[in-house]
């Protein structure tokens, strides 16, 4: 693994939901030039666009459930082909699950690839409330907002493109419980997968986007446990 500025890096950003994921991995996108695969914004965009998986996971993604390991497994395999991922890659949202995570071993196998790292963000439950029941998301460019901790300059208005701002289904006090549930359940397992092979390492999401891109930054540079 390459930890300074500009190598290769394969990684999973891992955590719960709201915890600062996609912010974090939109940083290390413009640092380290190496795509963001959101299986979040996969699945949104395929929503957005009609296509016959965004059908099938509209009504799950909205009630913050998981769709099913078999259609979000297809995604990532096909999106792991692409040319622009073979020097690295940052994961945002996969693995959810343990065959999420199997399916990954097999299919970075497959294609000689390993991973470097897997991240675990970590932020107390009452600040992912905050920070999850605050966002707003640009409608035209995705563009991610949160209207105390960092709002538009313009309000209701995205910086990047002047769209309007919306909130996400999903971000419901309900919803938001749910997720968390869900999470409980079925992703934190995922964390005893990697903690064995040395891949792990725990940041501290407290804190404004700077700092916690500052420790992520740090962490790259220090062997996992
Ligand atoms: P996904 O989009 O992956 O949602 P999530 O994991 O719940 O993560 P979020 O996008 O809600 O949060 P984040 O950690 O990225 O935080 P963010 O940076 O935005 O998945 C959505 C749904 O798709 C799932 O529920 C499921 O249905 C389905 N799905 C996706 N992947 C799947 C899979 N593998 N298997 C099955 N189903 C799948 O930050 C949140 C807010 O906080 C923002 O407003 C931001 O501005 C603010 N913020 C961030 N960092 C800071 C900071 N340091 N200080 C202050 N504010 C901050």
Avoid at 2 to 15: D, I, T, Y
Avoid at 126 to 153: F, M, S
Avoid at 169 to 187: A, P
Wanted: a positive charge; hydrophobic letters at 40%; aromatic letters at 4%.
């Amino acid at each position: 693994m390459n930890g300074k500025s500009g190598g290769a890096l394969r990684l999973v950003l891992f955590g719960p939901p709201g915890v600062g994921k996609g912010t974090q991995a939109a940083v290390l996108q413009e640092r380290r030039r190496i795509p963001h695969v959101s299986t979040g914004d996969m699945l949104r965009a395929a929503i957005r666009t009609g296509t016959p998986v965004g059908l099938q996971a509209k009504a799950i993604v909205e009630r913050g459930e998981l769709v099913p390991d078999a259609l979000i497994s297809a995604l990532v395999g096909e999106r792991l082909e692409g040319d622009d991922v073979r020097c690295g890659f940052i994961l945002d949202g996969f693995p959810r699950t343990v065959t999420q995570a199997e399916f990954l071993d097999r299919a970075l196998l497959a294609r000689g690839m390993v991973l470097d790292r897997v991240i675990n963000l970590t932020l107390p439950e009452e600040d992912i409330i905050d920070r999850l029941t605050g966002r707003r998301v640009c409608v035209r460019c995705g563009a991610n907002y949160h209207l105390q901790l960092k709002p538009p300059r313009v309000v209701e208005a995205c910086d990047v493109c002047c769209g309007p701002l919306s909130q996400r289904k999903d971000d419901s006090q309900e919803v938001i419980r749910d997720r968390l549930r869900v999470y409980g359940d079925w992703t934190a397992p995922v964390l005893e997968h990697y903690r064995g092979r040395g891949l792990l390492i725990e940041v501290d999401g407290r804190g404004a986007p700077g700092e916690v891109a500052e420790r992520i930054g740090r962490a790259l540079r220090k062997p996992a446990a």
